[in-house]
């Protein structure tokens, strides 16, 4: 039995410490508000309440084999992302000084980092060009992770979704996409984010960068056209004001792959397939 510290516990975090509970996993689940206590119970992984950016709350984490780190800020403003992301987990790896060190830390970070600029097909390969303060602050967050001195890996998501979080709920309500450039969605199913973690705590390299995408980049429109009939939505064309992107940016996940991780949801169609009769989306 191998314990797990689940630095986060907000939407991929939850799920993320379910899925080690279900393997007979030991799992501590950190998370800012204690309204996150009852559902961690509830999957049978203990509770931790503690702030990232209040170092004397990290004193008592428990030991862990594996940290995955997936905290995020309850805004978007820059301020926040460096709260969390800088000092907070900056104040984590100080706190984990004092511990052995765990065989690996595995950092969820985002495509973020890749900026606005960039366009066509991109891997881990490709240098960043943040040209924002918080795509600045992912990058410097997994800069923090991986020269921490532990054995350490990034694991960077794009367009995370699944039950509860999809573009179902705002089609129904007649919300479609605001006029203006379609572009790529790259996305990855939270069912296939919580599969291929294990296989990256053991198997992924130490000090590298893993792109968590699926196989098929999709157009925002194209996305919405498949939705349109399986939700009953007539006329959809009229609502769709969406011109051709001048800067189509896409990802592979070859090197995610090359791990021996298959995909359960390749494309959007099996992922938007799996929930598409739920009531609430």
Not at 20 to 49: D, H, L, T
Not at 160 to 176: A, F, H, Q
Not at 204 to 227: F, H, N, R
């Amino acid at each position: 039995m191998y314990h797990m510290l689940i630095v986060g516990a907000g939407y991929t975090g939850c799920a993320v410490t379910e899925h080690f509970r279900r393997k007979n996993q030991r799992v501590w689940a950190v998370a800012r508000s204690a309204k996150y206590k009852e559902r961690i119970e509830c999957s049978g992984a203990v509770p931790v309440i503690a702030d990232l950016t209040k170092p004397e709350t990290l004193d008592a984490l428990p030991q862990a084999h594996f940290i995955i780190i997936c905290a995020a800020p309850d805004n978007r403003d820059a301020e926040s992302y460096r709260k969390i992301y800088l000092e907070g987990i900056g104040n984590l790896l100080k706190a984990r000084q004092k511990q052995p060190p765990p065989f690996l830390i595995l950092y969820l970070s985002s495509t973020g980092v890749y900026g606005t600029a960039m366009e066509g097909w991109l891997d881990e390969s490709s240098a960043p060009q943040p040209n924002t303060e918080r795509a600045k602050i992912l990058l410097q967050a997994e800069e923090l992770v991986l020269h921490s001195g532990f054995p350490s890996a990034v694991f960077r998501l794009s367009g995370i979704y699944g039950p509860g979080r999809n573009r179902i709920v705002p089609l129904r309500e007649g919300r479609w996409p605001e006029p203006g450039d379609d572009r790529y969605l790259n996305m990855i199913h939270l069912e296939d984010i919580v599969h291929a973690i294990p296989v990256l705590l053991n198997k992924a390299e130490t000090g590298q960068i893993y792109l968590g995408v699926d196989d098929e980049p999709v157009l925002q429109s194209e996305l919405c056209k498949w939705l349109a009939p399986h939700l009953g939505l007539r006329d959809f064309d009229k609502h769709l004001h969406l011109k051709t992107s001048a800067r189509p940016k896409r990802y592979r996940n070859n090197k995610l792959k090359s791990l021996g991780y298959s995909f359960r949801f390749p494309t959007f169609r099996e992922g938007y397939q799996s929930f598409l009769t739920e009531t609430h989306g």
